[in-house]
Each structure stands twice: as structure tokens, then as C-alpha cells.
């Protein structure tokens, strides 16, 4: 660390040894603070349990590593942006008292995304054309309309509508992804990484050499759902992700909202469940359904009691 030991370097350095959201590492943080958290560090006392891709490192060279987190980042194209930070996505600091990640990690020209100025749009991997269609519509009218898109590069709903939102403003799309950013998934996705880290904006709570799993998938949806005003279920099965995501949404106080599609598609099955279930969710079939619902700029939306049990 150097003899500054400035929160940036403190909360990279944290960000690489810990998983986000980790509630003791936040309790550090908020009892000593980030420069009192780097003494400790530089002298080998860890708070916290490393992730699980650090656990047979040997201890110095455990510390040793992360104190040059933000430069080894820094050097590789991606930036280290925290909670002090303007362009910090407000909605993390909402969704529930105490829990935001330590540090996110970012690649690319774009701007984090804001609640006031973003929507989420998710959907089925599996997706049929009409999701494909639809998802690549809506996500681009919403771009060209000066609304920040985000989804993961996943394929189907997802992908189709980040690469809506390059064509139409390739600063308006944004992807965040459960792992590392030297991490290439899905492979065959790679050439949509690419356009994003040069044109858009990839976003990750994890650090170079986090590989993706099914607890951080699980944690990106929640980053999902808190980072925009509100999330768009495009197309989805029962079972999809994208279901979740609109739930949390909802829970967290964003607004949820399904496009509905065919009876006959079970591709469809999980929007027509999220209407027929969930009071909270809206039905919207285009863009001025999507905007008209969502905050004014310059509105806050009203921060939701986070419950993951229950989302």
C-alpha cells in the first residue's frame, strides 16, 4: 500500500481479496475506515475471509498482491470506482442498509449506470425471435431516447439487447458480469465483450481472476435489479434468471415490468406468472409504456426493504 494509504487503494485492495457485500468487511470499513483498514492490511491483518481463488495463496504474497490491485488494474484498461465517487450507481446505496459492494470495476467509455437514467433488460437465454426482436427494439429505442441500457452479455434476450443499444448508442450499454474482467464468458460471447469494453461499459463487482459461479451469478442479479430505475422482463421461462431480477427490482423499489407474449410459449410462461402473481409487476409493450412508468430525471426512486429470502 502506499503511505497515503488513499480509500481507492484500500477498497481495490479489499475489492480483490474479498467477495462484494461481504457485511464484516463493511463493518470494518465503517468502525476504523479505509485508511485505518490499510495499516491493518500492510501488516499482514486481513478482516475478512478471502475469496475462495486466494485461499492457497501464501499469506505475503496474499497482501503483497493486493496492495497493487488498483495499479494492476489500472495498467489492464479498467478502473476502480467506489461509493465516494460521483458516477457511483446511487441504487447501490439503496436497496438495503449496509449492503453495496466494496468497490465495482469498470471497462470502457461509458458512464456507470444512475436511477434516473437507466433500465435493466433481461430475459430468456433460450430466446425465440420474437424475444431476440423484441429485446434489440426496445433496448435501442431506449438508448437513442438517452436511457442507459443494462443486461449481461448472456445470450439470447440479454446479448440481443446490448447490441440494440450499440447501434443506437453505443455509450448507453452497459453489461455487468458475475466475474472478473479477464474472464471471457461465455466464450462465445466474446466479440460482444469486446464492443462493449471499446464502446459501452463493462461492470463487475469482482476483480480479474474471479471466475463465475452460482453465488455470484446470484449476487449480479441483485446488481442488476438495484442499478436502474427499473427492469424489463423481455421474454422468460418459469425458471429464468430474468424472473428473479424483476422481483428484486420490485422488492428493492424499482419498478418491474414484463412484455407479454404468446400464450402457447413457454417462453413467455414466466412474464404471464410475474403478472398474474406479483402485483407489483406492470405490463408494458413499448418504450413510452417502459418510460411513461418509470421516475422522472431527477427523481429518486423510493429505496425498497431488501429481503432476499422473500425476492
Known amino acids: 500500500m502506499d503511505a497515503v494509504h488513499s480509500e481507492r487503494s484500500v477498497r481495490a485492495a479489499l475489492g480483490w481479496l474479498a467477495e462484494p457485500g461481504d457485511q464484516r468487511l463493511q463493518q470494518v470499513l465503517q468502525v476504523h475506515g479505509p485508511a485505518e483498514v490499510g495499516h491493518l492490511l500492510s501488516r499482514g491483518q486481513v478482516p475478512v475471509a478471502v475469496r475462495a481463488e486466494l485461499r492457497n495463496l501464501p499469506r505475503p504474497l496474499l ?44 471497462c470502457g467509455p461509458g458512464q456507470l449506470p444512475q436511477l434516473t437514467t437507466s433500465v435493466t433488460v433481461v430475459g430468456s437465454r433460450a430466446a425465440t425471435s420474437y424475444g431476440q426482436h423484441l429485446a434489440a427494439g426496445l433496448a435501442g429505442e431506449l438508448a437513442a431516447r438517452g436511457w442507459t441500457v443494462v443486461s449481461t452479455p448472456a445470450f439470447g434476450v440479454d446479448g440481443c439487447a446490448l447490441r440494440g443499444a450499440l447501434v443506437a448508442d453505443p455509450a448507453r450499454a452497459v453489461a455487468v458480469v458475475p466475474h472478473g474482467g479477464d474472464q471471457i464468458h461465455p466464450p462465445q460471447q466474446r466479440t460482444l465483450l469486446g464492443q462493449l469494453a471499446e464502446r459501452g461499459l463493462l461492470v463487475s463487482a469482482w476483480p480479474a481472476g474471479a471466475r463465475p459461479n452460482h453465488e455470484r451469478r446470484r449476487v ?14 423481455v421474454e422468460a421461462s418459469l425458471r429464468s434468471a430474468a424472473v428473479q431480477v424483476a422481483r428484486r427490482a420490485a422488492a428493492a423499489g424499482r419498478l418491474g415490468m414484463v412484455v407479454p407474449g404468446p400464450v402457447t410459449s413457454a417462453m413467455s410462461a414466466g412474464c404471464h406468472h410475474l403478472l398474474r402473481t406479483d402485483g407489483r409487476i406492470r405490463l408494458v409493450t413499448d418504450v413510452d409504456d417502459i418510460v411513461a412508468d418509470l421516475p422522472h430525471r431527477g427523481d429518486q426512486p423510493r429505496p425498497g426493504v431488501w429481503d432476499d429470502r422473500h425476492a
Open 63 to 106: 497482501w503483497e498482491q493486493a496492495s497493487a490491485a488498483l495499479a494492476r488494474a489500472e495498467r489492464t484498461g479498467w478502473r476502480v470506482v467506489i461509493p465516494s465517487d460521483e458516477q457511483w450507481p446511487a441504487g447501490l446505496s439503496t436497496v438495503v442498509d449496509g449492503w453495496q459492494p466494496i468497490c465495482l470495476w469498470a
Open 220 to 233: 449480479n442479479l441483485t446488481l442488476l435489479a438495484a442499478m436502474s430505475a427499473g427492469t424489463v422482463v
